[in-house]
């Protein structure tokens, strides 16, 4: 166990308190030895429907169970004046979206509101706010007032008086908030007698993109991913693609298994696909192969490429998308040999599962292309030996523990620093683990194996498998990336262009908030340290792979790629130490002296982290007078990526 001191000398090392030492490093990059073509896909991104990643995180709804699975007392507070005979209840003859609706029944005059109220919303100083209400009377008729306050006092709030019909219509209100708070609450009320049915109530920012957020949006612009798995995960061995088409608010809402939690279903298929387009990127739909059947997922593939003379396209196209859509890539479920999984079965059940689902599936859209669920050991054994044939990826996942809650005491700072040697090669070695044993299935005399590849479609960090927020953090596991974390990534992002000839496809988990690349409060967004890794390296290192010289005992991890098309080089080099500033003397074989753009992701401290609404602490920023071959400065603890773009010779 370390001594006090040498906790306290480590710690001093991670606060950036102890004089980096310079140390000379020879790097070549060999541009006349192209390796294996990278994959686009290998900058993936995954969402699934867990905690904010997609609810509030991408889909701008405010307002927790909108549609009343819940009994009054747990989303929505009830709202009483002293002495009212007022009385809230869920009541299957006001069902709208699902089995019940919410019920007011106000018996006699109040001398107060009465009625539902839901708090914790973030609102914006001039911003605006837009909602509705399907709203009806069940025999009395009363006025309603919907309340948006945003701080103590009547002045601290606007109302909006509305007047509900005999049936169920949907009744618009618009606010603009006076003060900017974290804590705002939105009530719906009424004081004269009367029976009131609640079908269901939307709140959103009058910005949003088609029900997105635009903040977040343009932040997943920003790191362009080529290809986003969804809907899971664990969250897809229990959903029902179904539930999340037709009109968004007579989807049912469901409790969903997996993660225990409230599933509106607003962000179904259809919505998927329109966030696909708005930040162009590709779908990949895992279908439900837990609790689902074979069956479900060929009608899935059929609504998503049918034509509308077929049943579920000619859904599609009711539900407003006539064109098909061509979803290529699906996924047959999620880790189906774990015990956490809904309907997970032994290897041999699911290779047979598979096949099955993949058969169906495909004489549905036979140019589909299906990644099967792997595992390393005995898994891919039963699997690639049974499957290989009806599938074109094999998957793979890896998540390294960091640990530490965010921000860090000093002496989880000190602990952090201490194993950050071997911490930041965590993420790169579980990447190899999952390629080396796909690799020694390869060329064993199998033509149906050796076509497959690997998707590596869930990678990642965790702080650990409690689901409770970091600091900064709102829901569940939204544990947040320090600078030494992002270098953590990084080094895993080489290891998968390393072996770019077997990875066909790799998918950051996740995308949003959850063990995410992005962070969400309620009014602000901002990209994670982690998030940046993504962009930087997904902008730059693309085409063929380079072979790059690095001595040994240097703390440096590097790859290049050079595209042929573009003429773009691109070279990304990581100091994991925490001691030394490197002094890269990089030399490139038939390029003559030339200017290149460079980019460093740097921060003064190794646990600094970015939170929204803050000013970031890890930024990517450019570097000027940056010229290949020539002397490239990688400061201790920090990325730096360099592009050149002309002829080598």
Known sequence: MPSKLALICVALVAAGAVMAQTRDVNVTVDPTKPGAAISPYIYGQFIEHLGRCIRQGIWAEMLRDRKFLQEPGKSWEVVKADGADFDVFLDPAAAYAGDHGMALWLKGAASGPCGIRQSGLGVVAGKEYVGYAYMAHAATPSPVDVRLQWGDGPDAGQTIRLEPARTYRQLAFRFKAGATADNATLSITMTAPGNLWIGCVSLMPADNVRGMRPDTLALIKQIAPPITRWPGGNFVSGYNWKDGIGPRDRRPPRWERAWSDIEDNDFGLDEFMAFCREVKTEPYICVNAGLGSAADAAEQVQYANGSEKTRWGAVRAVNGNPKPYGVVWWGIGNEM???????????????????????????????????GVGAPGRWNDVLLGTCAASMDLLSGHHYSGRGFRLPMSDDDTAKYAERFPSYSASVAEGVRGLVNDFRKRLGQGNAAVDKVRLAIDEWGIVRDWNGTPDGPGIGAFEHYYCLGDALAVARGMNE???????????????????????KTSRTAAVMDPAG????????NLRGNILPVDVPKDAPLDGVAS????????????????????????????????????????????????????????????????????????????????LRYTGDIR
């Open 337 to 371: 040999y774990g015990d956490w999984q809904l309907g997970n079965v032994p290897a041999e059940r699911y290779a047979y599962r598979h096949n099955a689902f993949a058969a169906s599936m495909r004489a549905e859209d036979p140019r589909i292309k299906i990644i």
């Open 496 to 518: 998968l262009l390393r072996n770019a000839d077997v990875v066909a496809m790799a998918n950051w988990a996740q995308l949003v908030n959850v063990i995410a690349t992005i």
């Open 532 to 539: 940046y890794v993504l962009a930087v390296y997904g902008g």
């Open 562 to 641: 050079y595209e042929p098309a573009g003429k773009t080089l691109g070279i990304a080099l990581v100091n994991h130490s925490l001691t030394e500033d490197l002094r890269v003397q990089l030399d490139v074989p038939g390029l003559g002296i030339r200017t290149a753009q460079a980019w460093t992701l740097t921060a003064r401290h190794l646990t600094d982290t970015n939170v929204p609404g803050e000013s970031e602490r890890v930024t990517l920023r450019s570097l000027r007078g940056v010229a290949l071959p020539g002397v490239v400065e990688v400061p201790k603890h920090s990325l730096v990526v």
